[in-house]
Antibody
Framework: QITLKESGPTLVKPTQTLTLTCTFSGFSLSSTGVGVAWIRQPPGKALEWLALIYWDNDQRLSPSLKTRLTITKDTSKNQVVLTLTDVDPVDTATYYC??????????WGQGTLVTVSS | DIQMTQSPSTLSASVGDRVTITCRASQSVSIWLAWYQQKPGKAPKFLIYKTSTLESGVPSRFSGSGSGTEFTLTISSLQPDDFATYYCQQYNSSPFTFGGGTKVEIK
């Protein structure tokens, strides 16, 4: 049974760095073809794909956020970490991590709402 | 980047109706298209991949079709549990973009 859960701060000040952790179970990020993605959703708006890291450490990042985003994995801890630097109120969103058996997303975490405000 | 455009943005329908949602890509994504269902306050639920392959456990009233730049999600007979927002997503190439969503509401 695959499960994922996001954790991190609920409130971040503008210009700070946001660090989110996805802790998962039921699969290994060392298995061929497997990845973990981050997707976000501003309140009342559509889904926006942010980043994806694969079992072989291949990383794909949203071009619009590439200079501010980092995605890393810790296979031994079953965790994937997303960092977003220099946050702005427009980064306020629910952030989801998801299992990616390719580049679609079949299992999702419950999401964590992050508010950027001073 | 490949832009994904869904239409309509909102759809009003009744239980039992046949519902079709369209997703258009700004360039060909071949058959690499997925669909998700999202209810308020919940994470998206994965429905379909590779244009038309239903995820295990998804009711057969859902179907997907298309290729290249035009795709459809059809619900053959709308059920009360189907009122939700639906998103398409292309995974032909990075960035793996989502459509803007189609909200299916009760008429």
């Amino acid at each position: 049974q695959i499960t994922l859960k996001e954790s991190g701060p609920t409130l971040v000040k503008p210009t700070q760095t946001l660090t989110l952790t996805c802790t998962f179970s039921g699969f290994s990020l060392s298995s061929t073809g497997v990845g973990v993605a981050w997707i976000r959703q501003p309140p009342g708006k559509a889904l926006e794909w942010l980043a994806l890291i694969y079992w072989d450490n291949d990383q794909r990042l949203s071009p619009s956020l590439k200079t501010r985003l980092t995605i890393t994995k810790d296979t031994s801890k079953n965790q994937v970490v997303l960092t977003l630097t220099d946050v702005d109120p427009v980064d306020t969103a629910t952030y989801y991590c998801a299992h990616a058996p390719g580049a679609f997303f079949d299992f999702w975490g419950q999401g964590t709402l992050v508010t950027v405000s001073s | 980047d490949i832009q994904m455009t869904q239409s309509p943005s909102t759809l009003s329908a009744s239980v039992g109706d046949r519902v079709t949602i369209t997703c258009r890509a700004s360039q060909s994504v071949s058959i690499w298209l997925a669909w998700y269902q999202q209810k308020p306050g919940k994470a998206p639920k994965f429905l379909i991949y590779k244009t038309s392959t239903l995820e295990s456990g998804v009711p057969s009233r859902f179907s997907g079709s298309g290729s290249g730049t035009e795709f459809t999600l059809t619900i053959s007979s709308l059920q009360p549990d189907d009122f939700a927002t639906y998103y398409c997503q292309q995974y032909n190439s990075s960035p793996f973009t989502f459509g803007g969503g189609t909200k299916v509401e009760i008429k």
